[in-house]
C-alpha cells in the first residue's frame, strides 16, 4: 500500500514526544550564531564610532558562536530521551531505523551545503574549498580538518558543527542499546566531561588557535554530557520551575554567556573554565525555557527551519555583498544589511524545508518507532 511502511520495518508506535518551546530555543540557538557571524567582536569597532556599552557589545557578539552548544546541548537531550522511550517501549533500540531517521534528516541539506561550497569555490576564488575539505566533509570529518588546517574559507563553514553532531549520532545510539540499565548512562557524562577537559589541555600544548580547540570532537563533549545528563534528570525528578525560576535561570544563563564571551581565547584558564562555562549558559538557558507552556507560533516555526536557517546564513550574506558591492560602512548601513540578511535567509529556509526538505522528512516518518515534531 503506498505511504504504508515497508513490511521489513518496525511497526511506528502511537503518540508524539514534541516540545515547541524547544523549537523556540532553537531559533534562539541561530540567533546567537547568527549574531556572531553578522556582529564585530572588536570593542574598538564600537568605541570608535561612539556606540556606548562597546565591551558589553563585543562580548555579547562573541557569545553568539555558544549558540552551537545549545544546538549540541538540544541534540544529545532529544535523541537521549527518543532512544529511552523507544527503547522502554520495544525494548531495544532498533539501529538501522534511528540511522535511517537521521540521514534523511542531516543528509539532504548537509550534503546540498556541500555542493554549494564546491560550486562557489569554482565560480569565486575567493570561496575557497579545496578537495581535502571535500573529502574530509563528505566523510563527516570536516570539523577535524577544520580543528587542523583551519576553516576552509567558504560561505559553507558553519558546517564543521553538523559533522561533529553526526559523529554523536554514531556512536550514542549503540550506547544506548547495549546498556542494561538507564543509570548506567550516568557514567557517561563525567567521562565525556573529564575527556574534554584533557582534550583541551593536550591541545593547547600544541595549537594556540582558537579554532583547534572550538571545532575539534573531543574539545566540545561539555554541552553533549550536559544534555545527555538533563535527559537522565529529568526522567527521575519532574522538573517544574516557576516564573521567577525561569527568570534568574534565564538571566544567569545568558550572563555566564557574557563573561565567558568576554575572557574567550585561547588560555589554559579558558580551556579549564570557559568551555565548561559556555556549556553551563546553555543549560542554564535550556531550564529557563523547558516545560513552558507558551510557544509562540511563528517562533516555533523558526525552530523548525532552524537547520536551514544555520545552512543558509553566510550564503545569504554572501549574495547581498554581491548585490551591494561593499559592506557596509555606517551603523545604518548596517542595520539594513543584517535585516535584509535575515530576512533573506529566513526565505532560504522557509523554502529549502518546503520543497527540499520536506518529502525526506515524510519519509523519514515511515521509520519513526517514537513518533515527534510532525513535518
Known sequence: MPGSPSPSLPRVTAGRFYRPELDCLRF??????????????????YAARHIPFASLIASAARAGSFGVDLFFLLSAFLITELLLREKEQRGEVVLRSFYVRRILRIWPLYFLGILIAVVLSHLDPTQLFSLKYVIAFLLLSGNWLVSISGFPGNVMNALWSVSFEEQFYLLWPAIVREVRRVESLWLACPILLVTAEISRLIVMKYS???????????????????????????????????????AISLILGIAVWLVAGHFFGVSYAFALIGYPAMALG??????????????????????????????????????????????????????????????????????SYRFFESPFLRLKERFALVKSREV
Open 28 to 45: 534562539f540557538a541561530f540567533l546567537g550564531v547568527f549574531i556572531h557571524h553578522t556582529c564585530s567582536s572588536d570593542a574598538q569597532y
Open 208 to 246: 594556540p588557535l582558537n579554532t583547534t580547540l572550538f571545532t575539534n570532537t573531543l574539545t566540545r563533549l561539555d554541552p553533549i554530557a550536559l544534555g545527555i545528563a538533563t535527559t537522565l534528570a529529568i526522567r527521575r525528578f519532574p522538573m517544574q520551575l516557576g516564573t521567577a525560576a525561569r
Open 282 to 351: 546553555s543549560w542554564l538557558i535550556f531550564l529557563a525555557v523547558y516545560g513552558v507552556n507558551f510557544a509562540p507560533r511563528i517562533l516555533a516555526y523558526l525552530g523548525k527551519i532552524s537547520y536551514g536557517l544555520y545552512v543558509f546564513h553566510n550564503l545569504a550574506f554572501y549574495f547581498l555583498s554581491k548585490l551591494l558591492g561593499h559592506y557596509p560602512h555606517t551603523m545604518r548601513e548596517f542595520a539594513v544589511f543584517c535585516s535584509l540578511g535575515l530576512a533573506l535567509t529566513i526565505a532560504m529556509a522557509a523554502f
